[in-house]
């Protein structure tokens, strides 16, 4: 079994979204062990779709669009695969009705337009879209599959993880299956260069590194005829490779490292508050993404000025003068002020400098994380020098769930190698 | 003159990485005017490779590729061009000389493999490489032209700036340009609807609406002799589009809902002060993205739970009792009380449920969303209830941002539709 991803946009070809979506299939597609020889892209365009269509059909044995599923003139993806099908288009009511009471809910206006998208080719396979509009689809014809996914990302990868993946998975005789270890504080080059024996000796379960923002993973999958199989396989492996990195390892089949965190603190029943200067909400906002965060997250101050750091936390203007707002000092009586404000297991503060511009003191980059725990508080100084300001605010976040989780997990807070 | 774009990585095929190359170069041919109709991209694998070039030769003028360009046995772009055109492979002298001083300056050893990188078809136009071994280059046959460019995303865009931009420059004679308009408050479809008709009517400049996460945007694009024709044609067009669109405009060419309304703190001199429930830090931390914020940004609370709003914001246990930590009355008090305690022109206050689990009161995306200014504050009820946790908290700060958009540039903070 192969297959094609081609992409349908005139935005992709102006160059005015990255086509992620495309890398996303790619990956999906490389996991489910189904080959994957060319990726096009093709505009808004009823000739050039058909033809886009028509080349990849005859180069594979199924084709996975994304875009052109809306409610526009120039949403015609579903329209060409029915023609070159010679398929009729049909109203699906349910599709109808679903996408009626979503635009009452929301006290929106439901256009006309709109009910474009509940028409499918005839014998579709429909795929729910609980995060939009516009349903994606399959059609089996001609000993060809089309899969047709809406063009935005969020849309796409949910649908694709809820719907696809198992409409895909039922189609074939193996099973793969993959775990994903999250690493933190470690380079991809170090992790590749510790595993470099290991992964040219595994066939079956495969070795896979990727370097994400702020973390590496390593995907390990296998193959097999059913998942016991699957998973007998790359049981020892995986038990290698943690062994191996020992507490970089965070999690495995976690989200991020912000979920493993949370997860911990909602085992052990403890809650936390944190003061941010630097990152400025960023904190605050990533551990309030995840649902249910309440019962473990208190609160927050964003104390982006030293006055928000006296008036909300009661430091001192003249501690501030004497250490500087971007100091050891500070992040430790941010920590420690913010817990005991809100009665708080424990607390985080962190302080930095964010960049652009500089205090004339640090470097951009450097930020003091601190940990208050009932016992002692805890300090990490970081350099964060390479991403500038969004890298800065990115790391000083991970760096002090890192802290926590490895407070959490009764590891020592601060690596030894780096004290 | 139209280009194709062709990226060859096997890498690319396997999602391993994002094709930002294929992003950057539309965008870069857009600008020069010079049409794209197709992107492709194949793995490093010689048929595949020879079959994607002669048909992306079959369709366009011009084609781009990039990768394949290195020092090892499957990188081939070069080879397959020549053998397209007939072309023999010869040592560029210059090319060579430079590569062994590069090595011999980092120390490195210059290993045989490398000398491939120095052999171009006959005739090639020579792009240098300042930033890494594999130079570019253009080749000209048969009244088509293919430009090979090196796969590194650094190295290929410096080449592209310093010398392909020039080298396309000089064989064209139209410009291209474009401003996107950003909406607010209104949906594609409606956007569409209210344009229909004067889309149809404009060829020159053309207009294409865009629906991003949380707002639309309309962008019009002009081809004319040189920029200030361009120019021309684009006026009355966007005096159409501002006009009909009214205050949902909120800006013209700007990054975002919040740098738009941050510019506009700064041109005013004014600060604000944040407390968020519901959103949990994500106001703040946008505002905080936005590099020297600080200036009009004076802080915010994260009152998540009931005891921070108390705690950190003076609202009595009673009050939220009696109104409900859901509340308009609530969503007044934390926008007045924030605004005070860090002495802002304004503040502002949100509340809401943003789900999964909801209050057993209210539906789940409900949302306040308070503006205290000096002399009124400002409630708006957002129902928020199509995209989830994360949509709820999106809209949530949208509307927040459109509100004090709203009223630093002297319109109606609720707009009357919605009263």
């Known amino acids: 079994m192969n297959a094609e991803i081609l992409c349908v946009g005139t935005e992709i070809l102006l160059g005015d979204i990255v086509n992620t979506n495309a890398a996303y299939l790619a990956r999906e597609l490389a996991a489910l062990g ?72 929301r006290g929106r206006v439901f256009t006309k337009n709109n009910e474009k998208q509940a ?13 939009g509009t516009a349903p994606g689809l399959a059609v089996e014809s001609q000993g060809k599959v089309v899969i047709l996914l809406p063009g935005p990302p969020r849309e796409m990868t949910a649908m694709f993880q809820k719907q696809v993946r198992p409409y895909l998975e039922s189609r074939s005789t193996r099973v793969l299956r993959s775990h994903t270890i999250h690493l933190f504080d470690i380079g991809e080059s170090t992790v590749e260069d510790r595993l470099h024996q290991s992964m040219l000796d595994h066939e079956n379960p495969t070795i896979a590194p990727y370097a994400k923002l702020g973390e590496v993973q390593l995907r390990v999958t296998a193959s097999a005829a ?8 790359m049981q020892p492996v ?35 508050a944190v003061a941010e200067s630097c990152t400025g909400g960023a904190l605050a906002k990533r551990l309030t993404d995840i649902p ?58 962190i302080t930095g400098l964010a960049g652009p511009e500089g205090d004339g003191v640090h470097e ?52 030894e190698e780096t004290q």
Do not use: W
């Open 34 to 105: 189904i080959g994957c020889y060319y990726q096009s892209v093709v505009g808004d365009n009823a000739g050039r779709l058909a033809e886009g269509l028509q080349l990849a059909l005859s180069r594979a044995d199924m084709v996975i669009t994304t875009g052109g599923l809306g409610p526009t003139y120039d949403d015609l993806t579903k329209e060409t695969v029915a023609e070159l099908f010679g398929l009729s288009m049909e109203l699906h009511r349910p599709s109808l009705e679903k996408m009626e009471a979503m635009f009452k809910g």
């Open 119 to 131: 028409y499918f080719p005839k014998g579709a396979h429909i795929f729910d879209n609980d995060q």
């Open 226 to 233: 059913d998942e016991a199989e699957a998973e007998a396989l």
């Open 238 to 272: 995986m038990e290698e490779i943690c062994a191996l990195f020992a507490d970089h390892v965070y999690g495995v089949d976690v989200e991020d490292l912000q979920h493993a965190l949370v997860g911990r603190l909602q085992e052990l029943g403890q809650t936390i």
């Open 292 to 349: 249910g965060a309440s019962r473990n997250f208190l609160g927050g101050v964003v104390v982006y000025t030293n006055e928000a750091k006296a008036r909300f936390l009661d430091i001192p203007m003249a501690d501030i003068e004497e250490y500087g707002a971007v100091s050891r000092e500070i992040a430790e009586r941010l920590a420690r002020s913010v817990r005991g404000k809100l009665g708080a297991d424990l607390g985080v503060g």
């Open 364 to 415: 951009v980059g450097t930020v003091f994380i601190a940990l208050a725990a009932p016992e002692e508080t805890f300090v990490r100084e970081g350099h964060f020098t390479l991403r500038g300001r969004s890298g800065v605010r990115l790391y000083a976040c991970q760096y002090a769930f890192d802290m926590i989780r490895r407070y959490l997990t009764g590891l020592p807070v601060i690596p």
